[in-house]
Nanobody, 122 residues
Framework: VQLQASGGGVVRSGGSLRLSCAAPGRDLGNYVVAWFRQAPGKEREFVAGAGYSDIVRGYGDSAKDRFRISKDGEKNLVYLDMNALKSEDTGVYYC????????????????WGQGTQVTVSS
């Protein structure tokens, strides 16, 4: 499945952003979808994920209490709402899809979007 991530940009510390993940021609309700991010010089990091029905959700330690993932079945989009952004949230954010996952391991996801840049300025 081809994924398209969008919504990145430059935001001041403490601000908010909403990222969107689209899959034209495919129903994202049929996939486990997750957001990962990668900062320069750092390894890819799990941010948030949602199961098929959006009932099961998981968050990385850095995202807990600040970020929220959700699926919009009508628009066939997966959102990542990010609040109270910090400079350490800066990076390229990728959405990924797969059929199943164990502990949101990136190797479980075989479809990846192109990434969208998020820059948080202090």
């Amino acid at each position: 499945v081809q994924l398209q991530a969008s919504g990145g940009g430059v935001v001041r510390s403490g601000g908010s952003l909403r990222l969107s993940c689209a899959a034209p021609g495919r129903d994202l309700g049929n996939y486990v979808v997750a957001w990962f991010r990668q900062a320069p010089g750092k390894e890819r990091e799990f941010v948030a994920g949602a199961g098929y029905s959006d009932i099961v959700r998981g968050y990385g330690d850095s995202a807990k209490d600040r970020f929220r993932i959700s699926k919009d079945g009508e628009k066939n989009l997966v959102y990542l709402d990010m609040n109270a952004l910090k400079s350490e949230d800066t990076g390229v954010y990728y959405c990924a899809a797969g059929s199943q996952t164990t502990d949101w391991n990136p190797e479980d996801f075989n479809s990846w979007g192109q990434g969208t840049q998020v820059t948080v300025s202090s």
